[in-house]
């Protein structure tokens, strides 16, 4: 590259230093980006005003008109807007993907630790579970769990009462609950007309999901936990054990201290993973953000701010779980150590 | 999902081609017709045992293609949910979209597209397990229903139930299929769609049809139609007068079997009809014997019912002839 600069004509030389063409090629790759999303952006709004087709987010105010079939978190009829519609729909996707991303840690916590148990006959039952889960695709493990549930369990009138109060039947669990007025009395389901009404439920929907996710979710976290694990020095959990300290003890305290700072980045992938996979809910009817967005776009029409607004919120939800991940990984992190 | 998005891209991506030359040179050009159909709905648009695509909403662009290309066989099918109907229109990835689609002022006036007429009255019903002894809908309240999303049947629910003070928790699940099968498992008490619908899903999805009723109560008007884009009106009335060429035969006694013997009749609307007089052909930019050629490749209107939907257990009823008491009616040719 130095020969560049020892040509007569310096000036070009310099054109050639690599400093000075990075800039140049950096600055057309922005032009290049910049033109390309307003080729797109100016196509788009022509083309809609071209054809007559509405545009813009006003629709976000107009009633909704359709029912939604989980509204546990939040009071909502077909007479409200689409915007609440939606709200209902976020909500929903809260309210399975938390749960499900909790449980899954556990079960992979436990599922790590039990691939590399001493005991036989447990490590291959983890890593089988490991490899049947993960490669068989989400979206049929979902089918197959609403399959059995809807399919297997009988009619409301003939359910299954696995405790007293609870029911189990093809319209989900039923269960009691504690009464609002806080007098610890319990309220009880109670079969009436079609389905169970009074105490508390969970939907055929919910559950193959919530199933389905936490089950999926935590092979991949198993795997994660194990490598952490694996990557701590043997020396170490020697070291420990010549210390005097027991097996319990140098998991808690010097393995898994360790080991966390090799699992937490990986982990925050998966807990993102978890969160967008919650969208196969359109496949078996549970009401998710998509499968809201879905049905507001197909009723409006308006597929482009439908689809805009379905990026930016899970892009917004995928942000707030990485930061709250960085913050956690750089709390555990080794103190002075770059990140 | 993904045919979505691949038609929201295309929306962006095409350069303006809403007047950039009429969807029939464009098929003229390719030599076939896209047509956007039902994924399987039996009577109106699904593959038969050896794959070939059968029903009304089939026939019609089969019609078009007939009286455009010369040849019923020229038209490939893009098979569409409920979702991805319009913007796969919007779009330009189907030049018609012929899939039981109900005609809505909504849909006519924001969608960009405009309903070319009506293939098909029917109306919404509800369909439910005989064990359970409902006789009318007016029982349902409390009811679990399994109903399709982005459709007129999710919002005209809503409303009834909004309309006779009832409640129901509705199962929404995209694809007809699986809709089915959850209210076969008993995961709802009630099915509803068109009327049409039940009575297809019941003969061709139950394990015993005698074990559903259909309610008496049909709680909306659902006019079906082949709908196309906006900004094409040249398109937009071939596929017009392709459809009342279906009614019209009817109405004038052509078949299938019959129009090369009543092309030598003497009658002169008839000579209109099969071009041997006029230029009705020329008036839309297509061969002379663009209506004969309809009737003889793919038959009349009646003909294509009871080709398709007879066999299901639906009868004329609406879809009678004007003059034989149903809504059928072709404006005049000539």
Known sequence: ?339 | MIKLIVSILLLTLSANNAYAGPTADGALKKGFIQCGVNSGLAGFSQPDSNGEWRGIDIDLCRTVAAALLGDAKKIRFTPLTTQQRFTALQSGEVDILSRNTTWTFTRDSSLGLNFVGINYFDGQGFMVTKKRAVKSAKQLDGATVCVQPGTTTELNLADYFRANNMKFKPVVIEKFEEVLNAYFAGRCDVFTTDVSGLVAARASRAANATDHAILPEVISKEPFGPAVRHGDDHWFDIVKWSLYAMIEGEELGLTSKNIEQQAKSANPIIQRFVGAKGEFGKMLALDNRWAYNIIKQVGNYGESFERNLTPLGLDRGLNQLWNRGGLMYAPPLR
């Open chain 1, 1 to 339: 590259m130095a020969a560049d600069t020892t040509g007569k004509n310096r000036t070009v030389g310099r054109m050639f230093e690599p400093r000075h063409r990075a800039v140049v090629y950096q600055a057309l790759l922005a032009a290049a980006v910049v033109f390309t999303a307003w080729y797109f952006i100016s196509n788009a709004v022509e083309n809609l005003l071209a054809r007559r087709i509405a545009s813009g987010f006003g629709f976000l105010s107009r009633e909704a008109g359709f029912e939604i079939g989980e509204t546990t978190l939040l009071a909502y009829n077909a007479s409200d807007h689409y915007f609440k519609a939606l709200t209902i729909g976020l909500l929903n996707t809260f309210r399975v993907a938390l749960p499900a991303i909790f449980f899954s840690s556990l079960i992979g916590m436990v599922l790590g630790l039990a691939r590399l148990a001493p005991n036989w006959l447990l490590a291959k039952l983890a890593s089988t579970y490991v490899e049947v889960i993960r490669n068989v695709p989400l979206v049929v493990q979902l089918f197959f769990w609403y399959a059995v549930i809807t399919e297997s369990l009988p009619a409301p009138a003939e359910a299954l009462r696995p405790l007293p109060g609870v029911f189990l039947s093809n319209r989900g669990i039923a269960f009691p609950t504690l009464t609002a007025d806080f007098r610890f009395t319990l309220d009880y389901p109670v079969l009436s007309g079609f389905n169970f009404s009074g105490g508390g439920s969970l939907s055929p929907e919910f559950a193959a999901l919530f199933l389905g996710l936490a089950l999926y979710t935590a092979a991949f976290i198993g795997e994660i936990v194990r490598a952490g694990i694996l990557s701590v020095d043997r020396g170490q959990f020697e070291a420990a054990r010549s210390l005097g300290l027991s097996g319990r003890q140098v998991m808690r305290f010097v393995i898994l201290p360790q080991a966390l700072r090799v699992i937490v980045p990986p982990v925050t992938s998966q807990y993102l993973n978890c969160t967008k996979n919650s969208s196969l809910a359109v496949a078996i009817g549970y009401p998710d953000l998509v499968a809201i967005a879905n049905t507001t776009i197909n009723q409006t029409g308006q597929a482009i701010e439908g689809i805009a607004i379905i990026m930016l919120v899970y892009l917004a939800i995928s942000l707030a779980i990485s930061s709250l991940m960085n913050w956690y990984n750089a709390r555990i992190g080794l103190r002075g150590a770059k990140s």
